[in-house]
C-alpha cells in the first residue's frame, strides 16, 4: 500500500482480494466494514464517493484493521460493535459475539407475545444482552434479567442495553447460571438460553475466528456439548412459571435426542426443534405444563 494514492474503491477492490486469500468468508463485506469504520462512515458513504483518496493517517488505520482481519480475528471484535436483530451491539473481545442464527429465539419470542403485552423474561449466559435486550425493545411493557458469569459481558450487556434505551427494564446480573438459578426467588415467563454447546472434540476444528479469539468458556460445552444443559434443565421448575416457555440454542441434530430427553425428563411438553436458514437443527421451544396437564 505504499507509495501510492489509494481512494475508496482501490482499496475495497484490494482488500477483497486480499481477504479472500486469507480464508475469510465475506471478504468484502469485511472489507466495506472496516474501511467505513476506518473513516468513521457508513457503508453506504463508501459507494457515494468511490474516488476520494485517503489521507496516510487514515490509511495507516485502515491498515492495522486490515491486517487483525487477515489473522482471522473477528470484524466485530476489530470494530468493537455488531449489527443483531434490528439494533447495534457493542461486542469487545472478550465477549461472544453473536450470531445471526440466534434472532431466531427472538422471532419466537416475540411471535408469542403481543407489542403492549407485559412479561418478564430470563436470560442466562446473556453474553453480549443481544438476546434480552433485543427482546425488550421490541416489547416496551416487557422486563427481564440477564445473567451471565463474565465481567465483561455484564459490563457490555449492561452497556448495550442502556444504548437500546431498556436498562431500567433490565437487571443485570454477574451469576454462574446454577448460582444464579439456586437462589433465585422470582418467576419468569420465558427463559432463553444460548450456553456454550461445542463439544470438547471439536474445538481444534472451528474456525479461527472462534478457535483463536472467542472466550472458550463461551463455546466448549464439554464431552458432548451438553454440559452446563444437564445443570441447567432441572432447576427451571422453580424459576418458570405454569405455562411458561423455555428457549435454547444448541449445536445441531447429533444433540436433539438428547435435548429432547433432557427436557422431557424435566416435565416440559410442546418440546419443539426448529432449523435455521441452513436446515441444521439450532434451538428448542418447550412449555412447562399448567396444573392438571
Avoid at 472489507?31 to 485517503?54: F, I, K, Q, V, W
Avoid at 473477528?74 to 460493535?81: K, L, P, R, S, Y
Avoid at 416487557?142 to 431498556?166: C, F, H, K, L, Q
Avoid at 479461527?208 to 421448575?237: C, K, Q, S, T, Y
Wanted: hydrophobic share 40%; glycine share 8%.
Amino acid at each position: 500500500m505504499e507509495n501510492r494514492i489509494w481512494t475508496v474503491a482501490d482499496l475495497l477492490r484490494w482488500t477483497s482480494g486480499y481477504l479472500k486469500d486469507k480464508g475469510c468468508d465475506s471478504p468484502r463485506l469485511d472489507a466495506e466494514l472496516l474501511l467505513a469504520h476506518a473513516l468513521g462512515c457508513t457503508r453506504l458513504e463508501l459507494y457515494t464517493g468511490p474516488d476520494r483518496p485517503l489521507t496516510r493517517a487514515e490509511l495507516d488505520k485502515y491498515r492495522g484493521l486490515v491486517r487483525e482481519r487477515a489473522a482471522r480475528r473477528c470484524v466485530a471484535h476489530i470494530i468493537g460493535e455488531r449489527e443483531f436483530f434490528r439494533l447495534r451491539l457493542h461486542t469487545p473481545a472478550g465477549v461472544f459475539v453473536p450470531r445471526p442464527e440466534t434472532e431466531l429465539i427472538v422471532e419466537q419470542v416475540l411471535a408469542a407475545t403481543q407489542p403492549g403485552e407485559r412479561f418478564v423474561l430470563l436470560d442466562l449466559c446473556t453474553g453480549s444482552g443481544n438476546l434480552v435486550v433485543s427482546i425488550l425493545s421490541e416489547r416496551p411493557s416487557a422486563v427481564g434479567t440477564a445473567v451471565d458469569i463474565s465481567p465483561v459481558a455484564v459490563r457490555t450487556a449492561s452497556e448495550n442495553a442502556r444504548n437500546a434505551g431498556v436498562a431500567d427494564r433490565l437487571s443485570v446480573v454477574q451469576a454462574e447460571a446454577r448460582e444464579y438459578l439456586a437462589g433465585a426467588t422470582e418467576t419468569f415467563r420465558f427463559v432463553t438460553f444460548n450456553p456454550p454447546y461445542v463439544p470438547s472434540g471439536e474445538w481444534d476444528a472451528l474456525e479461527p475466528e472462534i478457535r483463536l479469539h472467542e472466550p472458550r468458556e463461551a463455546v466448549d460445552g464439554g464431552a458432548d456439548g451438553l454440559d452446563l444443559v444437564r445443570v441447567v434443565v432441572p432447576m427451571l421448575e422453580r424459576v418458570l412459571v405454569a405455562g411458561g416457555f423455555f428457549l435454547m440454542e444448541y449445536a445441531g441434530a447429533g444433540q436433539t435426542p438428547e435435548v429432547r430427553r433432557l427436557l422431557a425428563g424435566a416435565g416440559f411438553v410442546d418440546i419443539v426443534v426448529f432449523q435455521d436458514l441452513a436446515g441444521d437443527d439450532r434451538f428448542v421451544s418447550a412449555r412447562r405444563p399448567e396444573a392438571g396437564e
